[in-house]
T-cell receptor, first 114, second 112 residues
Framework: AQTVTQSQPEMSVQEAETVTLSCTYD???????LFWYKQPPSRQMILVIR??????QNATENRFSVNFQKAAKSFSLKISDSQLGDTAMYFC???????????FGDGTTLTVKP | AAGVIQSPRHLIKEKRETATLKCYPI?????VYWYQQGPGQDPQFLIS???????DKGSIPDRFSAQQFSDYHSELNMSSLELGDSALYFC???????????FGQGTRLTVV
């Protein structure tokens, strides 16, 4: 079974600064996907970024980028130029390419301060 | 673009009652997933369907059942509701073989 660990229950950052959220996972699979989801107070689950395990290049999506270290089973999210609208709960998730279901970490509550 | 539609958005039921949650996937998506998210918790996988057949099963109580219909919409049936069933229930859909699953806005179930 896969496990996903987010060791930072809460984080805060000043507006316009950069913040990094940590995520580690454990799996015996070689092919899988990793995701970061954002859940704002509306509770909508929004996909922020995804990474295919077979790709060495780190995924980027505008102000969001990841540092994917496959050997270390680490998948951190960097948010640059933080905005007030980035305030949300962020979940790291793992998906086995064969199973399709996702396993989520416990989440990190990010607060962006003006 | 069309998204995953869940209905109802909010539902209040009494203990021991029955509830039915509906999910309409994105057009052409053939796979549906159900997740339960308790207060302050991460989403927990309940069950999934591919082409109207159950494809995987997680921590779904025996009091719950689900199915996917010929038009690919799915329903989660919950019986003998307990206070602990109060949660946000998400449905997500995807196209088989693709990694991205798109989430609906969720149904907030409150059992009183």
């Amino acid at each position: 079974a896969q496990t996903v660990t987010q060791s930072q229950p809460e984080m805060s950052v000043q507006e316009a600064e950069t913040v990094t959220l940590s995520c580690t996972y454990d799996t015996s699979e070689s092919n899988y996907y990793l995701f970061w989801y954002k859940q704002p107070p509306s509770r909508q689950m929004i996909l922020v970024i995804r990474q295919e395990a077979y790709k060495q290049q780190n995924a980027t999506e505008n102000r969001f980028s990841v540092n994917f270290q496959k050997a270390a089973k680490s998948f951190s999210l960097k948010i640059s130029d933080s905005q007030l609208g980035d305030t949300a709960m962020y979940f790291c998730a793992f998906m086995n390419t064969n199973a399709g279901k996702s396993t989520f970490g416990d989440g990190t509550t990010l607060t962006v301060k003006p | 673009a069309a998204g995953v539609i869940q209905s109802p958005r909010h539902l209040i039921k009494e203990k021991r009652e029955t509830a039915t949650l509906k999910c309409y996937p994105i057009p052409r998506h053939d796979t549906v997933y159900w997740y339960q998210q308790g207060p302050g918790q991460d989403p927990q996988f309940l069950i999934s369907f591919y082409e109207k057949m159950q494809s995987d099963k997680g921590s779904i109580p025996d009091r719950f059942s689900a199915q996917q219909f010929s038009d690919y919409h799915s329903e989660l049936n919950m019986s003998s509701l307990e206070l602990g069933d109060s949660a946000l229930y998400f449905c997500a859909s995807s196209l088989f073989g693709r990694s991205e699953a798109f989430f609906g806005q969720g149904t907030r179930l409150t059992v009183v």
